[in-house]
C-alpha cells in the first residue's frame, strides 16, 4: 500500500521544503540590506572598529582578500634569460651617457673591451 506522500512510488517534496528561487531571493534580499546599510554607515563603522578593534578590523581585511592570494615579489622572476638581457641591454642605452667621462670613456669600464668600441 502507497503511503499518502507517495506518488507512483516516488515521494512528493515535503510542504516545509523551501523551492530554490525562494533561497536565493533570501540571500538577494539579504545582500540588499546589507548594501543598503553598508552605503548609510559603513565607512563610519569601519573607522570606529579600526580605531576601538584593531584585531575585528583585521580580520574584516583578511576575510575579504582572496584566499589564494598570489604576490610575485621579484618580478623578474617571471622572466626568461633573454627577456632579462633585453631589459639589461635597454637599462645600460639609457644609463651610459650618465656614466660616460668628459672623453667619451666610462670611468668604470676603462674604456676597455667591446663596450668602448660603441
Excluded: C, W
Amino acid at each position: 500500500m502507497a503511503d499518502a506522500g507517495d506518488i507512483g512510488g516516488s515521494r512528493r517534496p515535503s510542504a516545509k521544503a523551501r523551492p530554490k528561487r525562494a533561497k536565493q531571493t533570501l540571500g538577494d534580499d539579504f545582500l540588499e540590506a546589507v548594501r543598503a546599510d553598508f552605503k548609510a554607515h559603513g565607512a563610519g563603522v569601519i573607522a570606529e572598529v579600526r580605531a576601538d578593534k584593531p584585531d575585528q578590523y583585521l580580520k574584516i581585511v583578511l576575510s575579504v582578500l582572496p584566499k589564494d592570494l598570489n604576490v610575485t615579489i621579484n618580478q623578474l622572476d617571471a622572466l626568461s634569460d633573454d627577456e632579462i638581457r633585453i631589459r639589461i641591454r635597454a637599462l645600460e642605452a639609457v644609463v651610459r651617457p650618465f656614466l660616460l667621462g668628459e672623453d667619451g670613456i666610462s670611468g668604470a669600464a676603462g674604456g676597455t673591451g667591446p663596450q668602448a668600441a660603441r
